[in-house]
């Protein structure tokens, strides 16, 4: 649980599949990542900002609730290798972490699952076990109430459901103007390419091209 809740673990990967589909992958892989890069700034900022106007306390500020923290290693994978800690809150743990609603690592998850699911819808809605997983980590952990948690996710779907329709919006405003030739052959962000062949568009239907 607190190998799932450890965003320093699962950064580099990230960052590497971000990176390998910008640089090898096709216009969907490219709107995929830019898309979920620009949704999850943004929703960082307004998990801050909701963070601070509700200011609720986390479980282990609160309650005596048992914790479990990794141990240091370089890389961060290596603490899997290493016995973890485990201990209950106290009082050094009352001011040591931010406020509890919502949960940043829910909302995060929560839309790349979405971003996944509607970008790539064979195989996408696979990472929502991921989301679960890590959600309920964070309750497990004392980081977040169960009522956090499931409103985060609402939040999550909502945000990344706003912000795919502004982003899909723009795209086809602007598109068409600023890049006629591409558009022309992806008139959506989240679908295939455009193709005039009935037996490449039904594989494009059917989730194929890329």
């Not at 950064?11 to 995929?32: C, H, K, N, Q, T």
């Not at 830019?34 to 963070?51: D, E, M, R, Y």
């Not at 990794?70 to 201990?87: E, G, H, M, S, Y």
């Amino acid at each position: 649980m607190a190998g799932l809740s450890d965003g320093a673990i699962w950064r580099p990967f990230f960052v590497a599949i971000g990176i390998g589909a910008l640089l090898f992958g096709r216009f969907r892989a490219r709107s995929f990542i830019i898309c979920l890069a620009l949704s999850l700034l943004i929703a960082g900022q307004v998990t801050s900002a909701l963070k601070s106007t509700v200011d609720r306390r986390r479980p282990k500020q609160v309650e005596t609730v048992r914790m479990v923290q990794l141990q240091k290693a370089n890389p961060k994978f290596f603490t899997f290798f290493k016995p973890p800690t485990i201990r209950y809150s106290d009082l050094s743990d009352r001011n040591r972490s931010g406020p509890s609603f919502p949960s940043g690592h829910v909302t995060s998850n929560t839309i790349i699952a979405v971003f996944l699911t509607l970008f790539y819808p064979r195989r996408g809605w696979l990472y929502c076990f991921v989301t679960a997983a890590i959600a309920y980590s964070r309750i497990y952990l004392g980081a977040h109430w169960p009522s956090d948690v499931i409103a985060t996710v609402f939040l999550g779907i909502g945000e990344s459901l706003f912000l795919l329709a502004l982003f899909e919006f723009i795209w086809r405003t602007m598109g068409r103007n600023w890049m006629p030739a591409l558009f022309s052959r992806h008139p959506s962000l989240m679908v295939g390419h455009a193709s005039s062949s009935p037996s490449e568009s039904q594989a494009g239907d059917s989730g194929y091209c890329p």
